[in-house]
């Protein structure tokens, strides 16, 4: 079946460091998304990607979608305590499975002051 | 983006028992998605709920463990039926706009204890 492996699952960083988060799909996907999900809290939508080689930028965040539209990657520029939470990529499916979507298993960040 | 009002946020109850959770949608949305989210973990669905038909269950999700009503465009309801400690877990609740290319949006989670 359908899989989206994302790594790493954890990552500490101190306050002002870069972080990045790396998703990695067994098949094409028709779009990918980015999700955060803060402590206590529930996964709240950042970005999609649908665009083969897609590059989108929000603030201190560059989310990439790969050429061949199976990988992804979000980084973080300077890393400040509110970044702190855990981010997932979702794969939306293709064909029989469009419409679904394909969670990582999500990387958690902490950032220390 | 839409909102869901998910109902309880939390609940602790008795093994044995069963807990029906509900999902209040703001707007008409064919699609809802119910997840199961352990401590610290991923996503996992269970189970994909169409207005007009029966829901679908991912592999290792049956019916008379999860069953799910979807009675009209906005609402949805997730039991968890005969409950043991290892049903202890966050429930989500999610849909999407119709439109193909749209984001998730989720309920707020419940957080069910079973002791």
């Known amino acids: 079946g359908q899989q989206v492996m994302q790594i790493p699952q954890y990552q500490h960083v101190q306050e002002g460091e870069d972080f990045t988060t790396y998703c990695n799909s067994s098949?094409?996907?028709?779009?990918i998304q980015w999700y955060k999900q803060r402590p206590g809290g529930h996964p709240v939508f950042l970005i999609q990607?649908?665009?083969?080689?897609e590059v989108k930028k929000q603030k201190r965040l560059t989310f990439q979608f790969g050429e061949a539209k199976k990988n992804s990657s979000l980084h973080i520029t300077a890393t400040q305590t509110t970044d702190v939470g855990t981010y997932f990529c979702?794969?939306?499916?293709?064909?029989?499975?469009?419409?679904?979507?394909?969670f990582g298993r999500g990387t958690q960040l902490t950032v220390w002051p | 983006s839409a909102v869901i009002s998910q109902k309880p946020s939390r609940d602790i109850c008795q093994r044995g028992t069963s807990l029906t959770i509900q999902c209040q949608v703001d707007?008409?949305?064919?699609?809802m998605f119910w997840y199961r989210q352990q401590p610290g973990q991923s996503l996992t669905l269970i189970a994909t709920?169409?207005?007009?038909?029966?829901?679908?269950?991912e592999s290792g999700f049956v019916i008379d463990k999860f069953p799910i009503s979807r009675p009209n465009l906005t609402f949805s309801t997730l039991t968890v039926s005969n409950m043991s400690p290892e049903d202890s877990s966050i429930y989500l609740c999610?849909?999407?706009?119709?439109?193909?290319?749209?984001?998730?949006?989720f309920g707020q989670g419940t957080r069910l204890t079973v002791v």
């Open positions: 999610s849909s999407k706009a119709d439109s193909l290319n749209t984001e998730a949006f």
């Open positions: 098949t094409t996907l028709s779009n």
């Open positions: 707007s008409q949305v064919t699609m």
């Open positions: 709920a169409n207005q007009g038909s029966e829901a679908t269950y």
């Open positions: 990607l649908v665009k083969s080689g």
């Open positions: 979702a794969g939306r499916g293709r064909g029989s499975t469009l419409g679904r979507l394909y």
